[in-house]
């Protein structure tokens, strides 16, 4: 009984995130991030080893369970009341987080990292941040689009994390990055493997989700600036 319990207390610690121990440290770390943003407006990383394996693989665990149930919802364009279902832009389906369970609570530790790391480097505002899961099913995609709707800019950053082991090119679903610039040149792919992360500016980055040729499934947060949840 009391073997199980030590378990079951050592699996949970098990599943948090590792920012002490993080090469090369918590404080470069966030200092790279806030240059890529600077710099180019995006970036692309592995967290692997600031979230750990178990961390990831507990997250990739739960999205498989409401991808088996009814949990999952079809994603929508817009907000509130102009919110569309619309099929021919998007056709991920997603769940959002509410920190609650283990692997939850310790993904929104490493969320919460980032947004105060952030604002200390680049005096965002960032005041919470918002999580869902998706799910991209055979065939489905997201076209171009920009995080943040226009007369609302609330969605100030986006990290998307990934959650597929063995992903390789030929399954498509790879994050198609747009210059800032020019929104018809592509300045980045990411293929959304295990432990990879992006990260990019709500307002100024288009980005598109090729259509995946076996189901995808990510974590997609929103730091905003907001301090009110309202409707999107
Ligand atoms: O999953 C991705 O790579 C990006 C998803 C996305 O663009 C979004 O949910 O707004
Ligand atoms: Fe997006």
């Known amino acids: 009984m009391i073997d199980q319990i030590v378990a079951s207390i050592t699996g949970s610690l098990q599943v948090g995130v590792d920012l002490e121990s993080s090469a090369p440290g918590i404080d470069q770390w ?3 991030l806030a240059d890529g943003l600077t710099e ?3 970036m692309s990383q592995d967290v692997s080893v600031q979230l750990t394996p178990s ?8 999205i498989r369970i409401l991808d088996r149930t009814d949990a999952l919802r079809k994603a929508g364009v817009g907000r509130g009341q102009d919110m569309l279902r619309d099929r021919s832009v ?13 692997v939850q609570a310790a993904l929104f530790e490493f969320f919460e990292s980032v947004r105060v790391g952030l604002n200390e480097r680049l005096f965002l505002g960032l005041k919470r941040f918002e999580a869902h899961y998706a799910t991209y099913h055979n065939g489905d995609f997201y076209r171009r689009h920009v995080d943040s709707f226009q007369g609302r800019a609330s969605r100030v950053v986006s990290l998307v994390l990934y959650l597929n082991e063995d992903w ?9 990055v747009f210059n800032r610039e020019n929104e ?13 992360m992006a990260l990019f500016m709500s307002e100024e980055i288009p980005h598109e989700v090729l259509p995946a040729h076996r ?13 009110v949840p309202l409707p999107l």
């Open 55 to 62: 961390l990831l693989n507990g997250l990739r665990n739960e």
């Open 168 to 176: 390789q090119e030929a399954d498509g679903g790879a994050l198609q």
């Open 184 to 196: 018809n040149e592509v300045c980045g792919v990411v293929l959304p493997l295990a432990g990879r």
């Open 215 to 227: 189901t995808r499934y990510s974590v997609a947060c929103w730091f905003r600036c907001d301090e």
């Open 90 to 102: 998007r056709r991920d389906k997603i769940a959002w987080l509410q920190g609650v369970t283990p």
């Open 40 to 42: 180019h407006g995006w």
């Open 30 to 32: 966030l200092d790279d």
